[in-house]
């Protein structure tokens, strides 16, 4: 229900935008997400946003570095991520619920995972 892109290869200091595409009924009821899993450690939350997009939250390793935002015409979310660091390296998973939440438990639908390599 949940399709993920735009991960790659980049190096430290640049960009990436991922996207997420949703079915439009797991869209419209639910909260978005992104979290990220490097190789050999725990999920984490990276960032989260409301139903309407108007209370949005990210994860301190991040703020002022990535955004987010929600299309509902296009029943997409996006992910920027600028000043990339390698410590940002990970598989990342955008999720829907229909409870705002920092928490992975507390998302009912996954997308596959785009992987995001920065080089240093």
């Known amino acids: 229900q949940l399709q993920a892109s735009g991960g790659g290869l980049v190096q430290a200091g640049g960009s990436l935008r991922l996207s997420c595409a949703a079915s439009?009924?797991?869209?419209?009821?639910?909260?978005m997400a992104w979290f990220r899993q490097a190789p050999g450690k725990e999920r984490e939350f990276v960032a989260a946003?409301?139903?309407?997009?108007?209370?949005?939250q990210f994860d301190d390793s991040v703020k002022g570095r990535f955004t987010i935002a929600r299309d509902n015409n296009k029943n997409s979310v996006y992910l920027q991520m600028n000043s990339l660091k390698p410590e940002d390296t990970a598989v990342y998973y955008c999720?829907?619920?229909?409870?705002?939440?920092?928490?992975?438990?507390?998302?009912?639908?996954w997308g596959q995972g785009t992987l995001v390599t920065v080089s240093s």
């Open positions: 439009a009924r797991t869209f419209s009821l639910n909260a």
């Open positions: 999720a829907g619920g229909y409870y705002y939440s920092t928490s992975a438990f507390r998302y009912e639908h």
């Open positions: 946003i409301t139903t309407t997009g108007n209370i949005q």
